[in-house]
């Protein structure tokens, strides 16, 4: 079993930085990509940005520029960097890893932009 765990969430003010720490345990023989989704209240689950095992990224048009994803492949980690915070950015974010065993979703921590 494949388990994420997420930190480092929290409230900040619109053009704030936070920066979102992922972390993948257990037996994993191979981790083809790892990223980050969000979902805000009555919206659906979204792509935020991904990483491939080779560091090719992916990003949503609406956080290009702004958000950086990258990965320890060594440690089975990704960090989303989060610059230029709007408030619709608010959301819970979600860690996902695509590996040997399928997929795997971390239990979500929570981004609030408000003043």
């Known amino acids: 079993q494949v388990r994420l765990v997420e930190s480092g969430g929290g409230l900040v003010q619109p053009g704030g930085s936070l920066r979102l720490s992922c972390a993948a345990s257990?037996?994993?023989?191979?981790?083809?990509?790892m990223g980050w989704f969000r979902q805000a209240p009555g919206k659906e689950r979204e792509l935020v940005a991904a990483?491939?095992?080779?560091?090719?990224?992916n990003y949503s048009d609406s956080v290009k520029g702004r958000f950086t994803i990258s990965s320890d492949n060594a440690k089975n980690t990704v960090d989303l960097q989060m610059n230029s915070l709007k408030p619709e950015d608010t959301a819970v974010y979600y860690c996902?890893?695509?590996?040997?065993?399928?997929?795997?979703w971390g239990q979500g921590t929570q981004v609030t932009v408000s003043s």
């Open positions: 996902n890893a695509k590996h040997n065993w399928g997929i795997s």
């Open positions: 257990g037996i994993i023989f191979r981790l083809n990509s």
């Open positions: 990483i491939t095992s080779g560091g090719s990224t």
